[in-house]
């Protein structure tokens, strides 16, 4: 072969290796950009799934989040079921021993009212009947004794039943309506209520204390002032022994009168003394140490309400084995 044919045979044998390995270069360059693509999709994959797991992560934390509040609010509204039902089982037996003691407290003074009335009947007839002898006179005292009792019973009755009736009006939100509130003498009212239980009380030391002012003017009802102050003073004297005084006071605090009722009784504790103001209370470890009855467990709860309907304020002070003190407060009269 001539030289001349051979040098051109090489330029094309070159040219050709040349050209494959261009075609070569290409499809590794095409084969890069293929492979990074799909690296790019993976990673964008990967990220997308990732983004995913996070917030099935955050949905199931808040899930949780959610069913605890739910459990928190269920057993919480457990409890409230609970605390309401354990009230209405209290309240019921508070209610069924009411009636049973109302019922008691009702029969007593009326069995008293027949047998005296019924006696003093007797002995006013025995009185008319002709011949009698000197003995008219003590047959005529027995007798007009008898109707004392008798009147004094009715009185409890009419306590009891004003009691009840007053715990009615407590209820529907009445009682305001039947206070009569006018400027008054306090210390007259105090005065009164007091002689009337000694009279009642003759063998009682009734102790009093009052301001030297003749005059503590209050805007108040006369006869619920004199109720309150008849709850406290009949208490005292019931859980207190006949031969131990109960002492009443009026004081004057800056704008306030205060009236208080101090026995030597049996002391209340301190839990009942936070329940002896709610309606139906019965303290079980404080026994009547004078009088009969136990009460309906009312008076001290109307007492309260009559206060507060006053703008004033009640309260108890007490030592178990010492006594109790229990006052009230009412605005003066400016």
Not at 39 to 57: F, G, K, N, P
Not at 84 to 92: D, K, M, V, Y
Not at 115 to 140: F, I, Y
Not at 256 to 268: F, I, N, P, S, T
């Amino acid at each position: 072969m001539a030289p001349q044919e051979s040098q051109s045979l090489y330029k094309l044998d070159t040219k050709e290796v040349k050209m494959q390995q261009d075609n070569r270069s290409e499809k590794c360059r095409g084969n890069s950009l293929t492979g990074s693509a799909r690296d790019d999709d993976l990673a964008q994959q990967l990220q997308a799934s990732e983004e995913r797991c996070r917030s099935l992560v955050a949905e199931r934390q808040q899930l949780m989040e959610q069913l605890q509040e739910s459990e928190q609010l269920f057993l919480r509204r457990q409890t409230e079921f609970r605390e309401r039902e354990q009230i209405l089982r209290e309240a019921n037996r508070r209610m069924e021993e009411f009636l049973g003691i109302a019922s008691h407290e009702l029969r007593t003074p009326l069995t008293t009212i027949k047998a005296n009335v019924q006696l003093a009947k007797r002995r006013l007839k025995a009185l008319m009947q002709p011949g009698q002898t000197d003995d008219s006179a003590e047959k005529a005292g027995m007798a007009t004794e008898m109707l004392l009792r008798a009147e004094r019973q009715i009185n409890v009755l009419n306590r009891l039943v004003g009691d009840m009736i007053d715990i009615s009006r407590i209820k529907t939100g009445k009682l305001q309506v039947h206070l009569r509130q006018e400027p008054c003498n306090l210390l007259s009212i105090v005065q009164e209520v007091t002689q009337e239980q000694r009279k009642a009380n003759p063998a009682r030391i009734i102790d009093m204390t009052f301001p030297a002012e003749e005059r503590v003017a209050v805007v108040a009802d006369p006869d619920r002032i004199g109720q309150v102050l008849i709850n406290y003073l009949t208490n005292a004297l019931k859980y207190s022994t006949a031969d131990k005084p109960v002492e009443v006071r009026l004081l004057v605090e800056d704008q306030v009168a205060r009236v208080v009722v101090r026995d030597e009784g049996q002391g209340l504790s301190a839990e009942e003394q936070r329940q002896v103001w709610q309606c139906f209370y019965q303290a079980q470890d404080v026994a009547v140490l004078s009088g009969s009855g136990v009460g309906l467990g009312l008076g001290l709860h109307i007492s309260q309400t009559i206060i507060e309907l006053h703008q004033g304020q009640v309260g108890v002070e007490s030592v178990v084995g010492e006594g109790s003190t229990f006052w009230f407060t009412l605005p003066l009269l400016q």
